[in-house]
T-cell receptor
Framework: AQSVTQLGSHVSVSEGALVLLRCNYS??????LFWYVQYPNQGLQLLLK??????LVKGINGFEAEFKKSETSFHLTKPSAHMSDAAEYFC????????????FGSGTRLLVRP | GAGVSQSPSNKVTEKGKDVELRCDPI?????LYWYRQSLGQGLEFLIY????????KSGLPSDRFSAERTGGSVSTLTIQRTQQEDSAVYLC?????????????FGQGTRLTVV
């Protein structure tokens, strides 16, 4: 079975600073990888995904992530944090069976200090 | 509708009662998923529908949990004889065809509290 590990349940950055949220996965086959964001009392919104092709993936709101097979990582970055980025972020891998259900990490809550 | 709709948004029930949670997926989406989000367990997969059939029920935690989907559209998740550990946010998601590279769109969830 596949699994996802997100290092750091809470990450705090200053407004304007670099955002780095870490995600490592375990998969026996090339995975499909996702980052979702959840704002308070809302559902999950897709930030970006990697399926095939270019390993650097750009998403919404200035976020990007790089798939590194050798490191089994898919870290999420943003050059300059905004107050509106404060939310919980989930990394997920798609189970490579007929359901393609998502296996989620435990989430990282991003706090942005003014 | 424009997105995935779930009802009710909040539900408080007494221990031992049955509850039904409803999900209206995006029109035309054949794949539908239920997930549960709780403090101790994070986001867990419950069940997957393709059309009206459920080829993957592996995440249902006990036989008190069941789900159905009718007309390839609306899905209902039923929890019988609710327990306090069932308290969680239940999220529904739909996607166009269920492939791994197909985006899943999530509803806002139903917050279930069992007292």
């Amino acid at each position: 079975a596949q699994s996802v590990t997100q290092l750091g349940s809470h990450v705090s950055v200053s407004e304007g600073a670099l955002v780095l949220l870490r995600c490592n996965y375990s998969s026996s086959v090339p995975p499909y990888l996702f980052w979702y964001v959840q704002y308070p009392n809302q559902g999950l919104q897709l930030l970006l995904k990697y399926t095939t092709g270019a390993t650097l993936v750009k998403g919404i709101n200035g976020f990007e992530a790089e798939f590194k097979k050798s490191e089994t990582s898919f870290h999420l970055t943003k050059p300059s944090a905004h107050m509106s980025d404060a939310a919980e972020y989930f990394c997920a891998v798609s189970e490579m069976d007929s359901s393609y259900k998502l296996i989620f990490g435990s989430g990282t809550r991003l706090l942005v200090r003014p | 509708g424009a997105g995935v709709s779930q009802s009710p948004s909040n539900k408080v029930t007494e221990k031992g009662k049955d509850v039904e949670l409803r999900c209206d997926p995006i029109s035309g989406h054949t794949a539908l998923y239920w997930y549960r989000q709780s403090l101790g367990q994070g986001l867990e997969f419950l069940i997957y529908f393709q059309g009206n059939s459920a080829p993957d029920k592996s995440g249902l935690p006990s036989d008190r949990f069941s789900a159905e989907r009718t007309g390839g559209s609306v899905s209902t998740l039923t929890i019988q004889r609710t327990q306090q550990e069932d308290s969680a946010v239940y999220l529904c998601a739909s996607s166009l065809k269920g492939g791994g590279n197909t985006e899943a769109f999530f509803g806002q969830g139903t917050r279930l509290t069992v007292v």
